[in-house]
């Protein structure tokens, strides 16, 4: 979200007030032309006929005065040091003799709008008190006091009404309120707003003499010489970008109130060239905006391009074009919406710049899916029966696809399977007038979800939902794996996402019993993300004793084995992740089932070697850490290698979590292709765990090797492909069908960064990601578990195919 103007409270101290009350004013010049003639507040309040607060400013001149570049601010009744000046712009002019409306907050009550305005602003006004400045800038004023007021040169005429107000000319005005407005009796100033103005009932004016309910018999504000289609351009940044634009027409298809503020309108005569977008955002700052859907406008402001989370250039976002700094007429109201257009972007996805800004290059909606996005930016739109592909996450965002038969998952995700495949189908919907239900991958809003088209920070284009289907769920549930044989080991895999003794019993609940009921206890379990005894507290605490003792007892009240654990502390503060966390990996392991071969000597510093034991591998610390000094580690968890014993057979297990993706180029942003930095350190890291089973390899050939975590990394990726080598280690992910390789969901893309490989000389094997948690929008973690249950090797083909036979027939036998 963009910083937004601080709310300012209506109390000062009493310290303040009497200063202020007990300064000498320094009065200015009295203006012999603009002067503010008349203040009201009260609009929609109760009691209130008029339904907006306006400002009235008149001429005392005898030529028309023009007002562009200019503005009226506004400044609390019991302004404080910690108060900010609300700014509407000026356009148009003063007649001679004559008065200039400017309409400002509409309330909810009143009966009587305003005559036409000459100018529309947003500013809540205060009914009873508050100061109108009349500027000959657009900057915010900052002068708190009548005498730094009357020495910036740029106002015109202050005007402080009400008894309370402390920023005035001389004294106040008496108290307007609801029903009364204060105003000058005629075009005087005297420099003493008791003076120069009553109390009585609000009579406001226009620059055509129109009061409330007058006919206007003029004809309608002429737009500008700008469209949208101007301002939208036919690429992403706009031709007309930091210029002024006069009476753009339009009219308003949805309104936001909250967050980044401001209002959508759309051409209604579009032009027929596919590039250019119909639709803009008006950005109103930290302002509601008065407008409402149906109501035609002339916008005047400002063209700018908004990078969601800022212009440097380290930021790959993309932009969002939009209008500042707006004035706005309505010429009438209740107008028909345009019918939104049914999104159907091309399966393309991005044209490439060789790694530098497509930001100059010309659309092509009818090739790439970004184009067709941003050819549509602002728009009001709509996608049939949307199916959930990214579940909703805390913020109420929720991921589906317009393309429903792009690459789609059996659970109903949508699967990414290569750099070049990233699925433009894609679109996040964030809430907006509507806040959709909370969804999980699979499920469907049935009928249209209908909103228009922005640009925003984590995900790229995105529909603000202003209607949404009616929620149809798919029924997709956890899964869950069968158990293990007695002659098979299982191993898994499970990212816990930062657990830590600090946390609620209930996640270590969740996680206990995704152990024990849908990876059906595993003989063992690679853990990530296990954070020291007091979390993200940053006190030097390394130690997870506690951590483990929770997390295993909750395996316990699940009805799971009592598991005992292996790991190393970190050094404090070096394997990255939450800052204080100490998060690392660890093994789980049951000990009725299997065997952990302790061998003293391995700690946060001192890397693990493989030595020849009886002619076979053996590790020279069990648990060890892989190379802990090695710069690939920087800032990074490091690999922990155990050796299990399992019915008399030897197992190298290794835990793993490589560094993650942060700082990587966006996907949908302006840098393309993106400049996946992030990649060369896990390369690194691949590099010394592959190192690692070729130590192992060296001295036993037949070893059993099995690789688990959360690597980061895709299938696909370089990093993994470094892993499997020669074909010497599998990667059991790729012996999935394509459309179920994925344990995570990003951004509505199904993708895999957990893996388990396996040395080749383990040929029997069942392998299953159990999907319980990315695809939920109820999550323990973010990531699923997978698990795999081999029969490891003996070293000895032959002796193993005896062996492998007579566990198939003992376990055909019946039990005695």
């Not at 968890?637 to 966006?666: I, M, Y």
Request: negative net charge.
């Amino acid at each position: 979200m963009r910083p937004t103007p601080l709310r300012v409270g209506l109390a000062v101290t009493a310290a303040s007030a009497v200063t202020f009350a007990l300064a000498t004013p320094i009065l200015a010049a009295p203006s012999q032309d603009a002067l503010v003639a008349e203040v009201y507040g009260g609009g929609g309040n109760s009691g209130a006929t008029l339904t907006r607060d306006f400002v009235e400013l008149g001429n005392a001149g005898a030529t028309p005065l023009a007002v562009d570049g200019w503005s009226v601010q506004y400044l609390p009744a019991s302004a404080s040091a910690s108060s900010q000046w609300q700014v509407t712009p000026l356009t148009g002019s003063i007649p001679a003799g004559g008065r200039f409306l400017v309409a400002e907050a509409k309330g909810a009550g009143g009966t009587v709008e305003l005559p036409t305005p000459d100018v529309t602003g947003t500013i809540a006004m205060g009914g009873s008190g508050g100061t109108i400045a009349l500027v000959t800038a657009t900057t915010p004023l900052t002068c708190k006091t009548a005498a730094d007021c009357a020495a910036d040169t740029r106002v015109r005429d202050l005007v402080g009404y009400g008894s309370s107000t402390v920023v005035r000319e001389t004294s106040p005005t008496a108290n307007p309120g609801n029903t009364t407005s204060a105003a000058r009796p005629a075009l005087t100033d005297t420099d003493d707003n008791a003076a120069d103005f009553a109390v009585g009932a609000p009579t406001p004016v226009n620059s055509r003499g129109q009061g409330p309910g007058t006919p206007d018999p003029d004809p309608e504000p002429e737009p500008g010489d700008k469209r949208i289609r101007d301002i939208q351009g036919t690429t992403r940044v706009s031709p007309l970008l930091g210029q002024k634009v006069s009476g753009v027409p339009g009219v308003v298809t949805a309104t936001r109130a909250i967050g980044d503020r401001g209002f959508w309108i759309q051409d209604t005569a579009p032009d027929t060239d596919p590039r250019t977008s119909e639709g803009v955002f008006v950005y109103t700052a930290g302002l509601a905006p008065t407008v409402e859907p149906g109501d035609a406008v002339l916008v005047s402001g400002t063209v700018a391009e908004y990078r969601p989370g800022g212009d440097a250039a380290s930021n790959s976002n993309q932009t969002l074009t939009e209008i500042t700094g707006a004035t706005v007429t309505v010429t009438s109201r209740g107008n028909a919406l345009p019918t939104p257009e049914e999104l159907t972007p091309p399966p393309g996805y991005l044209p490439t710049a060789n790694g530098g800004s497509i930001e100059a290059l010309p659309l092509d909606p009818a090739t790439y899916g970004q184009d067709y996005y941003e050819s549509r930016e602002g728009m009001y739109v709509q996608v049939d029966d949307a199916r959930v592909v990214g579940p909703t996450n805390s913020f109420g965002e929720t991921w589906i696809t317009t393309l429903p038969d792009q690459n789609p998952t059996a659970r109903g995700g949508t699967i990414y399977l290569g750099y070049d495949q990233p699925n433009s189908g894609r679109i996040k919907v964030k809430p907006g007038a509507a806040t959709p239900q909370a969804s999980n991958v699979g499920d469907v809003w049935r009928g249209a979800t209908v909103g228009n088209v922005e640009y925003t920070n984590f995900g790229g284009y995105t529909l603000a939902a202003k209607t949404v289907g009616e929620h149809v769920s798919g029924g997709t549930t956890p899964e869950v794996t069968d158990a293990q044989r007695a002659y098979e080991l299982s191993v898994a895999t499970y990212n816990v996402e930062n657990l830590a003794a600090t946390n609620d019993q209930a996640k270590f609940d969740r996680l206990a019993a995704a152990v024990v009921d849908n990876l059906r206890n595993p003989d063992v379990v690679v853990l990530e993300e296990i954070q020291d005894d007091n979390g993200a507290t940053d006190d030097g605490t390394v130690a997870a004793d506690a951590t483990f003792t929770r997390f295993t007892d909750a395996i316990v009240a699940a009805g799971g084995p009592r598991y005992q654990w292996r790991q190393i502390d970190p050094v404090n503060k070096a394997d990255g992740g939450e800052p204080g966390g100490n998060i690392r990996v660890a093994f789980l392991f049951n000990a009725a089932r299997v065997s952990f071969v302790d061998r003293a000597g391995g700690d946060a510093t001192t890397p693990v070697s493989v030595v020849r034991q009886h002619g076979r591998a053996a590790l020279s610390v069990s648990p060890g850490r892989i190379a802990p000094a090695d710069p690939a580690w920087t800032s990074s968890r490091k690999p922990l290698a155990g050796e299990f014993t399992f019915r008399g057979r030897k197992v190298f297990v290794v835990a793993n979590h490589f560094n993650s993706k942060g700082g990587d180029q966006a996907m949908h942003g302006r840098y393309q292709e993106p400049v996946r930095g992030s990649e060369v350190q896990r390369a690194q890291q691949a590099a010394l765990l592959r190192g690692f089973v070729d130590q192992v390899k060296a001295v036993d050939k037949g070893a059993n090797v099995v690789l688990a975590g959360d690597i980061n990394d895709y299938q696909f990726s370089p990093a993994v492909r470094t892993l499997t080598g020669n074909g010497d280690v599998v990667a059991l992910i790729d012996t999935l069908p394509a459309a179920e390789r994925y344990s995570y969901v990003f951004e509505g893309n199904s993708q895999t960064l957990d893996h388990i490989l396996i040395s080749a000389n383990i040929t029997r094997y069942r392998y299953d990601v159990v999907h319980i948690n990315a695809e939920f929008a109820d999550q323990a973690s973010d990531h699923d578990p997978q698990v795999v249950k081999l029969r490891p090797s003996s070293g000895n083909a032959h002796v193993d195919q005896l062996l492998f036979l007579l566990e198939d027939i003992a376990a055909h036998l019946p039990r005695p």
